[in-house]
Structure formats: structure tokens, C-alpha cells
Nanobody
Framework: QVQLVESGGGLVQAGNSLRLSCAVSGGTVSMYIMGWFRQTPGKEREFVSSISRSGGNSYYADSVKGRFTISRDNAKNTVYLQMNSLKPEDTAVYYC?????????????????WGQGTQVTVSS
């Protein structure tokens, strides 16, 4: 399994932006579908966004569509999540994840490798 390390979280005011990064080691990131999920206390982990191996296709939860952009740099073994127009309801721990499955982009049970998470807090 690959190792994933997220960074870039923090405290921001509503309307501002953050960019999360996920550094991948122990494997070749181009072999994996990469995804971002988030979780708040007492709730299940929810899908945010994912990107195909080549980066040619990306997918988003309705709640973030038009505000968040996922990208990947396979040469740098890194995946990014650009988050714009942040809202207080985006507050959560954000997790990077990697999947070896084909054609599965939003089911967390199909992602076998996870980072430790990074906290994003959006104040109103």
C-alpha cells in the first residue's frame, strides 16, 4: 500500500480559499484513482472529489461542484484539492485516499489507502 500525507489545512474565513496537497510515497501515483473525502464528528466519511489515473476525468459531490477543483501531478506523486468560496459547512477533516479499483470514484470502501487527515475550519 502507498503512504499518503495531506497538508494545507487550516482556519479561514468564509469566502476564502485553501489548497490541500496529498503527497504519495511507496508507489506510483499514476496507478491509482485518487480521491478526497471529509468527515465531521458523529457523521460518516463523505465523498468530496476524485480523479482518474490520467487526470482526464474528475468527479465532485454536488455540495462542492463549481467551488472545488481536484488535480494531480503524477510526476510529483502529488494530488491537490483547490477549495474556493469556502463555507462554514465545509468545515471537516479532509482525507486523501487511493484506489486500485476500476471505475469506482466515490465509494470510500473501494479506497484502500488513506492519509491521516488535515483539519479545515471555515469561520463565518
Amino acid at each position: 500500500q502507498v503512504q499518503l500525507v495531506e497538508s494545507g489545512g487550516g482556519l479561514v474565513q468564509a469566502g476564502n480559499s485553501l489548497r490541500l496537497s496529498c503527497a504519495v510515497s511507496g508507489g506510483t501515483v499514476s496507478m491509482y484513482i485518487m480521491g478526497w473525502f471529509r468527515q465531521t464528528p458523529g457523521k460518516e466519511r463523505e465523498f468530496v472529489s476524485s480523479i482518474s489515473r490520467s487526470g482526464g476525468n474528475s468527479y465532485y459531490a454536488d455540495s462542492v461542484k463549481g467551488r472545488f477543483t481536484i488535480s494531480r501531478d503524477n510526476a510529483k506523486n502529488t494530488v491537490y484539492l483547490q477549495m474556493n468560496s469556502l463555507k462554514p459547512e465545509d468545515t471537516a477533516v479532509y482525507y486523501c485516499a487511493a484506489s486500485t479499483y476500476m471505475g469506482v470514484y466515490s465509494d470510500p470502501t473501494r479506497f484502500g489507502s488513506w492519509g491521516q487527515g488535515t483539519q479545515v475550519t471555515v469561520s463565518s
